[in-house]
Nanobody
Framework: QQHLVESGGGLVKPGGSLTLSCVVS????????VGWFRQAPGKEREGISC?????????DYADSVKGRFTISRDNTKNTAYLQMNSLTPEDTGIYYC???????????????????WGQGTQVTVSS
């Protein structure tokens, strides 16, 4: 299993932006799909985005974040990112990154696919 550490969360005003990072070790990230999930208070965990091992193809996004969030990765740094723009209070929650090994050039946001998870980073959107 991989060890994942998220960072970049914090308090931001509505309309603001944040970039989350997910550093993965000890294995090279290039054979792993990466997903970002979030859990808001009182709500179920939501898979919001995923990206294939190579980053090729179109990343997948939940409708709730499409057009506002961008997932990316730098396999040379074993790091994945989630750029979040136009944040609203509904984006508040704990954000997790996760990985699963795959040889496929696509990815899925189903949490059951992922076998390694980070501890999460809190994002709070409030004025």
């Amino acid at each position: 299993q991989q060890h994942l550490v998220e960072s970049g969360g914090g308090l931001v005003k509505p309309g603001g932006s944040l970039t989350l990072s997910c550093v993965v070790s000890p294995y090279t990230l290039e054979y792993y799909a990466v997903g970002w999930f979030r859990q808001a208070p009182g709500k179920e965990r939501e898979g919001i985005s995923c990206i294939s091992p190579s980053g090729a193809g179109n990343p997948d996004y939940a409708d709730s974040v499409k057009g506002r969030f961008t997932i990316s990765r730098d396999n040379t740094k074993n790091t994945a990112y989630l750029q979040m723009n136009s944040l609203t209070p509904e984006d508040t929650g704990i954000y997790y990154c996760a990985t699963y090994w795959t040889y496929l050039s696509n990815c899925g946001r189903n949490a059951e696919l992922f076998d390694s998870w980070g501890q999460g980073t809190q994002v709070t959107v409030s004025s």
